[in-house]
C-alpha cells in the first residue's frame, strides 16, 4: 500500500484517494476489497473525469500478473483486469486473431475501455464492450463471481459497468481470424458535400473517421480504414466528394507533426497497427488536452452536426480537433450505443477548464433536440435528470448494482449523482 497523489492521463484531475494498493495476487486483491470500506479500481488513468475517484482506497491491478490465453476453438481470449489492447494485439497477431475494432490509441485497458463504452469508428461495428462474453468479478464481499453473456438476462447490464459491479479480474472477448487494413487520407471535405453524402461517406470503409476544426465550413480531414485482402487491387480514387488524397502523413490535430501516428499512405499492415490512429510507443492526440464527446443517432447525425456549426465561432477557438466517428447500435444497458445506431461527435479541447466548461453547456444544449448521451470517461456538464432520462434501462442497472454491492462499497459522487440523481 502507498499513499498517493496520482493524477490522470491528461493531468486534469487528482484523485483524493487516502491509499492506493496495488495486489500481486488474487487472494491479496479479495482482502483489500473485503476489508476495505470504499474501493474503487483504477485502469491506465485516461479518463477526464471523477469516474474512478474515490476519497477511500483505489486499487491498481498492474501488479497482478498478466493473463493472455487464446481458446482457438472457441475464437475467444481471456485477459486479466488491467492489461492493455497495446499489450494484447501483438499476440493475437501472431496467433492469427483479431478484435472487431480498436480505439484511437492502444494504451488504455481492457477493462477501463470496455466499463466506459469505449468505441472506434464503423458503421456496422459495436464499441469495445460489444466484444465481451464473459467477466469474472471480486465483488463487495472478496467472493469471486462468473457472468457470462445469455446470464438471467443480466450480463447486459454487467459489462458496461461504469465500475460500480465489482473489480473485473478477467474478460473474454470475442475474436477473429485476423485481417489487413490500409488508411488513406483525404483533405478538406466542404461541409455541405460532408452533409449531404454522410450516409456514402461513413459506409465507404470499415471505419471511417471525419476531423474538422469548425473553421471555414470545412472537414480537414477524412480517414478510411479499409479491411483488404492480400493482392487486393483497390487503388483509392485521387478526389473523394470533393476532398483530396494525401500523399504525406498527417497526424489529425493541424500543426503536429505525424511521428505518432500509425501507417498511412495506403499501405496494407495488420488491423492492430492501422485502426487505432495513434502508436503505442508515442504520445496519442496532442497529450496536453481536454475531452469531451456526446453520441447521437445516426439518423439525427447531419443536423446534430449543423446545429453545432452554428456555433462554430465559439468552439473553433478552444478546440485542438473534433472527431466524428460511427458506432452500431447495441443491447448494453449502459453503453453510450444502447438501442441506437449512433454517431460519436468528440472534442480535443485546449486544456483551458474554465472556457471548456463554459461552452459545454451550450453545446449541450445545441445537441438536446438529438438527445445526446455523453462518454462517460469524458467532460460534460449535462445535469443529471437529463443524463438519467437517457438510458431507458437505467432502473434496471440501479437495481442490479443495489443486489451486487449492497454496501455501496464500489460507488463514489460521480454514481452516486448517476444512479441516484442526488
Ligand atoms: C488520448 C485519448 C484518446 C481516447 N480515445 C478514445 C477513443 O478513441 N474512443 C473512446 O470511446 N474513448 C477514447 N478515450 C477515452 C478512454 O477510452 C476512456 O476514458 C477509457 O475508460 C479509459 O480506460 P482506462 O483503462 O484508462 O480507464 P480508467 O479511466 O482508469 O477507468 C475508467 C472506469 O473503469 C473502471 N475500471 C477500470 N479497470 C477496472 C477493472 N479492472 N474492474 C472494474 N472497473 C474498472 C474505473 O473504476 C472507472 O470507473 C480516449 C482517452 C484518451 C486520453
Not at 473489480?167 to 478538406?188: F, G, H, K
Not at 468552439?315 to 485542438?320: E, K
Not at 437529463?386 to 449492497?406: C, H, N, W
Request: proline fraction near 6%; hydrophobic fraction near 40%; charged fraction near 25%.
Amino acid at each position: 500500500m502507498v499513499s498517493t497523489a496520482l493524477t490522470n492521463w491528461a493531468g486534469n484531475h487528482t484523485y483524493r484517494a487516502a491509499r492506493l494498493h496495488e495486489p500481486d495476487s488474487l487472494g491479496r486483491l479479495q482482502e483489500i476489497v473485503r476489508t476495505s470500506e470504499v474501493v474503487k479500481v483504477l485502469g491506465s488513468r485516461h479518463s477526464f473525469n471523477d469516474i474512478a475517484d474515490t476519497a477511500g482506497d483505489q486499487v491498481s491491478l498492474a501488479r497482478m500478473p498478466r493473463v493472455i490465453d487464446i481458446d482457438t476453438g472457441r475464437r475467444a481470449v481471456t485477459i486479466d483486469g488491467a492489461l492493455r489492447y497495446g499489450d494484447l494485439c501483438g499476440v493475437l497477431e501472431s496467433a492469427g486473431f483479431a478484435l472487431h475494432n480498436l480505439a484511437s490509441l492502444p494504451h488504455i485497458s481492457v477493462a477501463g475501455a470496455c466499463a466506459t463504452a469505449t468505441h472506434g469508428s464503423g458503421d456496422r461495428s459495436g464499441n469495445l464492450a460489444t466484444a465481451v462474453s464473459g467477466l469474472e468479478v471480486v465483488g463487495a464481499d472478496g467472493e469471486i463471481r462468473e457472468f457470462v453473456r445469455g446470464d438471467r438476462g443480466e450480463f447486459e447490464g454487467i459489462v458496461v459497468g461504469l465500475g460500480a459491479i465489482g473489480v473485473v479480474t478477467r474478460l473474454t472477448l470475442d475474436l477473429e481470424p485476423t485481417y489487413q487494413v490500409r488508411q488513406d487520407i483525404y483533405e478538406r471535405l466542404p461541409l455541405a458535400d460532408a452533409a449531404e453524402n454522410f450516409d456514402a461517406i461513413t459506409s465507404s470503409a470499415d471505419s471511417v473517421s471525419l476531423f474538422t476544426s469548425w473553421r471555414a465550413q470545412t472537414v480537414d480531414q477524412v480517414w478510411l480504414k479499409r479491411r483488404v485482402t492480400p493482392g487486393d487491387a483497390f487503388e483509392p480514387p485521387p478526389t473523394f466528394f470533393g476532398a483530396r488524397l494525401t500523399t504525406t502523413r498527417r497526424h489529425p490535430i493541424p500543426d503536429i507533426t505525424a511521428e505518432a501516428v500509425t501507417e498511412q499512405l495506403g499501405l496494407p499492415g495488420p488491423w492492430h497497427e492501422r485502426i487505432p490512429h495513434f502508436r503505442m510507443d508515442q504520445t496519442p492526440s496532442s497529450g496536453d488536452e481536454l475531452q469531451s464527446e456526446y453520441l447521437v443517432p445516426r439518423q439525427e447525425a447531419v443536423d446534430a452536426l449543423l446545429a453545432l456549426d452554428r456555433f462554430a465561432d465559439r468552439i473553433a477557438p478552444l478546440v485542438q480537433i473534433t472527431e466524428v466517428r460511427t458506432i452500431a447500435g447495441d443491447d448494453l444497458w449502459m453503453s453510450t450505443a444502447f438501442g441506437r445506431d449512433s454517431v460519436a461527435i468528440h472534442f480535443t479541447w485546449k486544456p483551458d477548464w474554465p472556457a471548456v466548461r463554459a461552452v459545454l453547456p451550450a453545446i449541450e444544449a445545441a445537441l438536446r433536440p438529438f438527445e445526446p448521451r455523453p462518454h462517460w470517461g469524458k467532460l460534460f456538464t449535462m445535469p443529471s435528470d437529463e443524463l438519467r432520462s437517457r438510458y431507458a434501462k437505467l432502473p434496471d442497472f440501479v437495481a442490479l448494482v443495489a443486489r451486487l454491492d449492497p454496501g455501496r462499497k464500489f460507488r463514489n459522487a460521480y454514481l452516486d449523482l448517476l444512479l441516484t440523481g442526488a
